[in-house]
């Protein structure tokens, strides 16, 4: 039987996931969390085969989760459940090590299909990221950062998740004046006038952070 975790802040997809994988008399939900703050004490001992992880988990990443397992327990199989499609989320969730990524959107047979890829050593991509990953064959190659800080680019990947000066200035124990500072000084760099464009030109370059 696989045995596995759950951790995604939105309960009411855990109770979906959860009604989901009971079907399934091959699969065993031993615990689902709203946060990896939760289960991260628990990842050295852990008693699962396989994690699925929201790739966006309030103030904490999904990006930082899979690293972390992968570093403390190499053998537990990740699987990335995810809204977001776009290449920047999918090459980076792969270079953290990632078994898998999955749309939210994807149908329960492909999800089910997913996982029993993944427990069987295969990398697994849903229908609707796969298409993106073999559209990024067409497109450029990847570009390099202009010269940034260590902070600076913990700022942008905070802001390509959507937080805000608030929120990352709690990250960092520094006042959102600060980070604000940290944000102009990033945009000045790259030439471009506000967040949106600095997303766009990570996500359409394939820049990698």
Excluded: W
């Excluded at 996982?115 to 991509?125: A, C, L, Q, S, T």
């Excluded at 959507?162 to 102009?184: L, Q």
């Excluded at 760099?189 to 464009?197: D, I, M, P, Q």
């Amino acid at each position: 039987m696989i045995k596995i975790i759950i951790v995604d802040d939105h309960a009411l997809f855990r109770l979906g996931l959860i009604a989901l994988l009971k079907k399934s008399p091959e699969f065993e939900v031993v615990a689902e969390y709203g946060s990896f703050d939760a289960v991260r004490p628990l990842i050295h001992n852990i008693n699962a085969h396989l994690v699925l992880v929201d790739i966006s988990l309030g103030k904490e990443s999904g990006l930082q989760a899979i690293a972390f397992i992968k570093q403390v327990n190499p053998k537990i199989k990740v699987i990335i459940l995810s809204g977001h499609k776009e290449e920047f989320y999918i090459l980076n969730a792969i270079e953290s090590g990632a078994d898998g990524y999955i749309h939210k959107n994807a149908e329960p047979d492909e999800f089910i299909n997913g996982i029993r890829k993944v427990m069987n050593n295969e990398k697994f991509f849903s229908s609707e990221v796969s298409s993106v990953l073999i559209n990024s064959i067409y497109t450029k190659p990847s570009k390099t950062l202009p010269c940034l800080t260590k902070k600076e680019k913990q700022i942008i990947h905070y802001l390509v998740e959507g937080y805000s000066s608030k929120e990352i200035a709690s990250s960092f124990n520094v006042s959102p004046r600060t980070i604000e500072t940290h944000r102009a000084n990033v945009l000045k760099k790259f030439g471009l006038r506000n967040t949106t464009e600095l997303i766009r030109k990570i996500i359409e370059n394939q820049i990698k952070l």
